[in-house]
Structure formats: structure tokens, C-alpha cells
């Protein structure tokens, strides 16, 4: 039926909005929606123009059906969907527009209008009258809801893409297999005609009947029906016998040549023929005769095809009749081949004939992109994948190069690879990348081949291998920077310890002389000795920072309430930032408790508020903010994100000059810094790092240049509640009593140092260089208090030499000494009841507090 189109109305004023471009925008602009149900163009919904606004600006086919009629709305790429319907269908009720679909498409939008759920649906079949008559169409469509003000659905959001020819090519391509393996697979005619027919008979929506008719070879000029499908028997349509010149059956003489000949008379012959699974009556009819080879001059048979009444006999439908035809011809020449030996030589030919029929169909059918260009690059032929793959029609392609779809960055590239095969050298296989219709590039892996004319080319779409090659790159990036970070640890971790023993050798020796010189003459010298001391404490700090790196410092693990350390410490850490930034705290009510270190804890703080405060050095906001966290156990894994489990949360946000990619990218490595010379070491958020990786949590940073940085660190959730130790250190024992330490230590100066501090603060000391000697002392009578050994002894460790030590004297309580925590772990196996650890370089002071709160 012909549709009429609303008139146009004047161009529109100024204050009617602009949406979109193209000519459906500029047809939807230049209409008078006056009379219409949806009102003139300016009284529209702002939702409904800025929806349509994206529709119109889309290269990808998509209409809109707005409000309770649907009225139906779309861009340029959709218009060819409803063929001669555009553009009556703008504007129109879906009822309308699509009445002869309605009762399939109601329910669907009516659902979803009133759960608001999408639908989406692959390969869809509706059928659609858009040319005339009914027609059977494919498609992929996603239906969404368009939600309105209060969030409920006022229209929905389509977008579609057509899919039949794909559907129709698949299903004509199994049938033409499976007739191909019947052939190859039959003794004799018979015996094909019988497998034939189901096959025929199983695609009943390309061919409402079909007839074989095959020459008698004792009665020349006479047929013989051999298959019949779609129609009994008896049928009037469907002759057992065809006698030459039987100008009542079908024109059979006038069908001699590949392209078959078209019948549609067949409301006379058989008036309201109506077949499955179609309800419209068969219309036409297509004969195609049967060859034994291409070329041949007399037809071996013909086969009679009703065309579907929902199809047009169009270039494909002719396509694939023909191909049928010659695909039962093959078939009966490879059966009469295995029949009589007498045609084997016909059968051999025939074969040929098949493997070229094969080499069209995989040209037709292959995944891969085939060409035939000329020398100069021009595509002379290519097979349908090229549309599948990039979009481009042949239309489009044939005739010109693919330079004008090449990548930039590969056209010098795959220039010279043209030139090499014109020159008939046969190339390497290369790579590069061609613009799809959409405006995306896809990676092709080319192999081409020079021939005496032309260059022969196939090229596979590797997109996909190329973004899994790109993941495990950045895998293996990732694991070597955590490799080389682990390393690096383990390098900076052992001179640390070797350090720390020098430290504590110097420290001590500082504070010892201190003590020792008479208040005269230690006033000639205090300014030095400050000075030596506060050169030895950095280099102290220094090591701190590597062994925290190193994720090998001790800690004191203990049950932590962050939110009260951050309350506890609020003021020194506004100091620490300075007047001219504002610090914001957002505490989480109930955290969780976290099990960590609270001083290593607090100076993690300190550190990211530090380097907060030189990232903004005109002033700023940052912000300190904790919150509880759990990772399920199926949660789905993603890039730098935390293990699952419980965590407590710490963010420092800040609104400082941020970071880089590449700076970000080097952030925990030791000794990296964008800070000028002498302002900073590099060492503190790799410190940051090793200590929460030790306490076994998790940190990411996130970070743009101008834009801030935002640091979260993810802190093991504290289940076992256990109370933090908040007894103050004992004093010495009041008694009276002496009491008595071995101290076991390798570092000859340490030991001296350990030895003397503790006889000057009046207890009576023995000394060992190693477990060796310090065994047959604690297996002997001696009395001891307190056993003070190094972890990192020679030989037998310090965990070990204690462990023989309480087999020995079971109540004795053991101090541990090390530069750092070489096997102790932070679950506490290691410091069991009656052990404690104290780390290299220690003061006097701290000696004192832990060996008098021990022996208490």
C-alpha cells in the first residue's frame, strides 16, 4: 500500500532545539508536530530530545518509541529497516507502524514498560510487510526502557541490526553440506534420491516443495519424478512421468542454462497452494536444470523448487537454487559413478567439479578475508568476510585499494609489502590494521602470495589475540616488577641488618661516654657527642626505612582502634601539615579493630601526611578517612585490588599537584623521588608499602597529575580481640635480689657494648659469642633471670637456642635482638609467653625499660 507523508512545515523558529544532524534530523526538524500526538517540536520532553539527540548523532540503527502509543521515532541508519513504510512510519503509533508484527511486539513492550527490564534478543525472526508483501526477517535487537523524571519507563530505546541475509546464508549453506556428504556417501542413485528427500523435505522455508526429475536413460526425452517433498504423490503439480513435448506439465524446455527459468503462473495451476510453515499461498516457481558438469548442453534432469513466499527471488535466493541444483547433479553423478564403472571417468571429472563448487563455497563461506588484487593494490574480488569483519560493502572495496582503511601508523608498512609482491617476491606474513564502518580499527594477520597478474591474499582477524597479548604483557610486567621488587628487598633488608649491628656499636659507645665523662669535661664535648648522636639516630632511621622495605622490621603487633590513634594524634598531625591545610577527618562509626603495629601504624601516617603537605605547598584540603571492608570469597578479580577478607580502610586523600603515570608507576620503589637533592630520601612510601604488605594487608594509590593523589591502605581486620598490652613498663626489681643475664650476641662490639650497659645498671652479666657457648651454661647450675640473645646467630639461631634454653629452664624469659625480624612472623608463633623482641639500634633507655618490665 502506498504510505503518505505529513507535510513539511516552515523551517523551524530559533527557540526550537537543534537535535542532532543528518537527514533524518533535518526531516524530523522540518515537520509540523502540531497535529500530533506527541505536540510541536518545542513542547517536547527534555528527555525525549536529549534520547533522540543520541539517536540522531549514532551511526549504529536505533529508534525510539515514546510514550503509551509508542510513537516511533529513529536516525538515518534505522530508516532503511521499514523500506517503503519511510517515511510514512516517523511519528506513527507501533500499531501502526508495525501492525502486521503487533501482536508479536505488544507484549514486549508492554512488559517492559512495566517491569523495566531490557530485552535483548540474537537472530530474532519477524514478519515484517516493509516491500509489499510479508517478508521473513532476522534480526539482533535490544529493547530498553527510557526511564521518565520518577524513574518509571515513558518510552523505550531500540537498537537493531538486520541479520537474515546471515541466517538465510547459514541455513542454505548447512543444506548444501549435508546434500554434498549425502552424495559423497551413496552407492547408487536410489540410494542418494532417498537421503536427498528428507534433506529437501527439512527446509521447508526456502522450498515449500521440491521436485527431482532425472532423464530415463532407456527412454531418452522422457523424465522421471525421483524426490518429492512438500507434496504428495498424487498431486497435480507433481507428475510421476514427464513425456517429451507435455506442454500441460512444466516448461521444462525452456530451461537449459545455470540461471533456471521462473514460473509464476502457479495461481492458475494450483490456486490457494498454501505449504508449511508459511500461511501466504506459493506464488512462484524456479526450475533449474541439472548438468553433469558446467557448460554441459543437455540438462540430466531438472529440479522443480517452489520459492517461498516470504522471500524475494532475489540474486541470492537464484544463488543458492542454483547451487542446490548443482549440488543433487554432483550427487547423482557421484552415485552413478560408484553404480557403474563405466563413469568413473565422468565421476573423476565430476570431483573436479566439486572441489571447485568446495572452493566457492569456502571463498563464500570462510572466516577469513580472500582477495584478488591487481599489482598496484587495487581489490579486484573479495569474499563476504570483508563485510562480516569491517562492515565495507564489495561495492565500497572492489575497485580501490585498502590504503584509505590503513592505519596510519602501518601504511608505510604495508605499502612496502605491496611493492615487494609486485615485484612477484613472496612476502613474510605481516600485520596491520584496517578501519571498520564503525570507525574502529581491527589487527589483521595477512599471508599474500604473488601470482603471473594478480596478488593473492588472506588476512585473519587477530583483534582478540592481540588484546589477550596485551594482558599478559602487562602480567608479566607486573610480575617482574614484584620480583625485582622482591629482590631489591631482599639486597636492602641484609644491609640494613649489617648496619644496624655497626649502629648499635656506635650508639651505644655515644651514650656510654656520655654517661661516663665527668659533667666537666663532658661540656667541652656535648655539642660533638649531640652531634655524633643525631648523625648515628638518622642513619638509624635510614635502616628503619629499608627494613621496612624490606617488609623485615619488628613489630610489636597489638589490637589497634584506628579511629582512636587518629583522635589521640589529631593535633600533632595538623602540625605535621601545617596552617595553610585544612585537615578533614571522617571516622566510620564501629570499626572494626585492626591487627598492627600502633607506632610503625602512626608513622605510616605521618608519612603520607607529610608527603600530602609537600604536594601542596600553597595549601589544600586533605582528607583522613576510615571505614570497615569486606572482600567476598567469589569476588571477581581485578587489577591491584585486595585479597578477599576483612579489612579496616584508611584513605589519605589530598587536593595536591598529583602524579604522572610514569612517576605513579615507580611510587614504591626504594630511593625514588621527584624531590630535589637533600629533601628527601625515596624511602618513604616504599617504607608505607613493606609495612603494610607485612602486617599482611594491601595499599593502592591513585593519582593524576593536577588532580591529587588518593592513598588507601587496606588493614587485616583484627578477629581474635585480644586487649593491647597497656601495662606500664615494671621497674627494677625492689627485692633487692641481683639479677642475673646471659647475654648471647656474634658482634664482638655489641656484645661489649650490652654487657657493659647492663652491669652498669646493676646486674650481674654473663656473655657467650654463640649458642655453642652459651648451651653448657644454660644446661648448668648458674642461676639466670633473663636470657637477651641475637636471632641471627651463626650456627644455631637465636628462635633455636631459646627453644633449647626453655627444655632447660622452662619459666626462663628470653629477649630476642635483631637489625631485623629474620624468621619472626606477625601472627606471633615466634614470641610466645615470656618472650619479647627489641630492635637494633637500641638506646639505653629502651635496654633499661625492657630488660627491668621483663624481669619484673
Not at 119 to 137: A, I, S
Not at 439 to 464: C, F, K, M
Not at 823 to 829: K, L, V, Y
Amino acid at each position: 500500500m502506498p504510505y503518505q507523508t505529513p507535510s513539511a512545515s516552515p523551517a523551524p523558529g530559533p527557540s526550537e532545539p537543534i537535535i542532532g544532524h543528518g537527514p533524518m534530523a533535518d526531516l524530523i526538524r522540518g515537520r509540523d508536530w502540531s497535529t500530533s500526538p506527541l505536540g510541536p517540536i518545542g513542547d517536547w520532553s527534555p528527555i525525549l530530545k536529549a534520547i533522540l539527540g543520541v539517536g540522531l548523532n549514532c551511526s549504529f540503527p536505533v529508534c525510539i518509541y515514546w510514550g503509551e502509543d509508542f510513537h516511533l521515532l529513529y536516525n538515518d541508519a534505522w530508516s532503511a529497516i521499514p523500506g517503503d513504510k519511510h517515511p510514512w512510519a516517523l511519528g506513527r503509533p507501533a500499531r501502526e507502524a508495525w501492525s502486521d508484527i503487533w501482536p508479536i511486539i505488544q507484549p514486549m513492550f508492554e512488559g517492559i514498560m512495566r517491569t523495566g527490564a531490557a530485552v535483548h534478543t540474537e537472530d530474532g525472526m519477524l514478519p515484517m510487510q516493509r516491500l509489499g508483501y510479508v517478508e521473513e526477517c532476522y534480526f539482533n535487537y535490544n529493547v530498553s526502557p527510557i526511564p521518565g523524571v520518577d524513574g518509571r519507563p515513558v518510552g523505550l530505546y531500540n537498537t537493531v541490526i538486520e541479520t537474515t541475509t546471515k541466517v538465510l546464508g547459514a541455513r542454505r549453506a548447512h543444506l548444501l553440506a549435508t546434500l554434498a556428504e549425502a552424495g559423497a556417501q551413496s552407492e547408487t542413485v536410489d540410494d542418494f534420491c532417498q537421503r536427498a528427500q528428507p534433506l529437501l523435505a527439512s527446509a521447508p522455508a526456502d522450498l515449500p516443495f521440491a521436485l527431482l526429475y532425472l532423464v530415463d536413460p532407456r527412454q531418452p526425452g522422457r523424465l522421471q519424478r525421483v524426490v518429492a517433498s512438500g507434496l504428495p504423490g498424487d498431486h497435480p503439480l507433481a507428475p510421476e512421468i514427464i513425456a517429451p513435448g507435455d506442454a500441460s506439465s512444466w516448461p521444462l524446455a525452456e530451461t537449459q542454462t545455470r540461471t533456471g527459468h521462473t514460473c509464476t503462473d502457479l495461481a492458475q495451476r494450483a490456486p490457494g497452494l498454501v505449504l508449511p510453515p508459511w500461511p501466504e499461498p506459493v506464488h512462484s516457481v524456479q526450475i533449474q536444470p541439472l548438468h553433469e558438469a558446467r557448460g554441459g548442453a543437455t540438462p540430466m534432469g531438472y529440479l522443480v523448487a517452489g520459492v517461498s513466499p516470504r522471500r524475494a527471488l532475489d540474486g541470492a535466493y537464484r544463488t543458492f537454487l542454483a547451487s542446490l541444483a548443482d549440488s543433487l547433479a554432483l550427487g547423482v553423478v557421484q552415485a552413478r559413478a560408484q553404480e557403474d564403472s563405466r563413469l568413473r571417468t565422468a565421476a573423476l571429472e565430476q570431483r573436479i567439479e566439486l572441489r571447485t563448487q568446495e572452493r566457492d563455497r569456502l571463498w563464500s563461506l570462510s572466516q577469513d578475508l580472500l582477495c584478488v588484487a591487481s599489482p598496484e593494490g587495487v581489490l579486484l574480488s573479495i569474499n563476504p568476510a570483508w563485510e562480516d569483519t569491517l562492515g565495507w560493502s564489495e561495492a565500497e572495496l572492489v575497485g580501490r585499494t585498502v590504503h584509505w582503511l590503513v592505519h596510519p601508523d602501518d601504511l608505510e608498512r604495508t605499502e612496502r609489502e605491496r611493492r615487494s609482491l609486485a615485484e612477484g617476491v613472496r612476502t613474510r606474513p605481516f600485520e596491520n590494521r584496517l578501519r571498520d564502518k564503525h570507525g574502529q580499527y581491527r589487527w589483521l594477520a595477512w599471508r599474500s602470495t604473488p601470482g603471473d597478474r594478480y596478488i593473492y591474499s588472506n588476512a585473519r582477524d587477530v583483534s582478540e589475540e592481540k588484546r589477550t597479548q596485551d594482558a599478559l604483557k602487562h602480567a608479566e610486567e607486573v610480575l617482574n616488577q614484584a620480583q625485582n621488587m622482591e629482590a631489591l628487598g631482599q639486597l636492602t633488608g641484609g644491609i640494613a641488618h649489617d648496619f644496624n649491628n655497626l649502629l648499635a656499636g656506635v650508639i651505644g659507645s655515644l651514650e656510654l661516654i656520655r654517661r661516663k665523662l665527668p659533667p666537666a669535661a663532658r661540656a667541652d664535648v656535648e655539642r660533638l657527642l649531640d652531634a655524633a648522636s643525631v648523625s648515628a639516630n638518622r642513619g638509624a632511621a635510614l635502616t628503619h626505612n629499608l627494613v621496612a622495605f624490606a617488609r623485615r622490621q619488628t613489630l610489636a603487633l597489638a589490637t589497634v582502634d584506628l579511629n582512636e590513634l587518629v583522635r589521640t594524634q589529631e593535633d600533632g598531625l595538623r602540625r605535621l601539615l601545617g596552617p595553610r591545610t585544612a585537615l578533614v577527618t571522617r571516622l566510620a562509626a564501629d570499626l572494626w579493630p585492626t591487627r598492627s603495629d600502633p607506632h610503625q601504624l602512626l608513622r605510616v601516617l605521618q608519612h603520607l601526611i607529610e608527603n600530602a603537605r609537600d604536594a601542596m605547598p600553597g595549601g589544600g584540603r586533605l582528607l583522613l578517612e576510615t571505614a570497615n571492608l569486606r572482600v567476598p570469597q567469589d569476588a571477581p578479580p581485578q587489577e591491584d585490588a585486595p585479597p578477599p577478607g576483612d579489612y579496616v580502610l584508611c584513605k589519605v586523600c589530598d587536593s595536591g599537584s598529583g602524579m604522572s603515570a610514569d612517576t605513579l608507576a615507580h611510587a614504591f620503589e626504594p630511593f625514588f623521588t621527584t624531590k630535589t637533592i637533600g629533601q628527601g630520601t625515596g624511602l618513604g612510601l616504599s617504607m608505607v608499602h613493606g609495612f603494610v604488605k607485612q602486617t599482611g594487608g594491601h595499599i593502592r594509590i591513585h593519582s593524576e597529575a593536577g588532580q591529587g593523589t588518593r592513598v588507601a591502605l587496606y588493614l587485616p581486620r583484627d578477629t581474635t580481640m585480644q586487649e593491647r598490652n597497656d601495662t606500664p613498663d615494671s621497674a627494677p626489681a625492689a627485692d633487692g635480689s641481683v639479677k642475673t643475664i646471659l647475654v648471647v650476641e656474634d658482634a664482638d662490639i655489641v656484645r661489649m657494648l650490652t654487657v657493659e650497659v647492663l652491669e652498669d645498671l646493676g646486674y650481674t652479666v654473663l656473655q657467650a659469642a654463640d649458642a655453642q657457648e652459651a648451651l653448657p651454661i644454660l644446661q648448668g647450675p648458674q642461676p639466670l633471670d633473663l636470657l637477651m640473645t641475637d636471632i641471627g646467630l651463626p650456627g644455631m639461631n637465636g628462635q633455636q637456642l631459646a627453644q633449647a634454653a626453655r627444655q632447660a629452664r622452662p619459666d626462663l624469659p628470653v629477649l630476642f635482638a635483631s637489625g631485623y625480624a629474620e624468621i619472626a612472623d606477625i601472627d606471633g608463633q615466634l614470641l610466645t609467653g615470656g618472650m619479647e623482641m627489641i630492635a637494633k639500634p637500641f638506646s639505653i633507655d629502651l635496654l633499661r625499660e625492657k630488660v627491668s618490665g621483663m624481669l619484673a
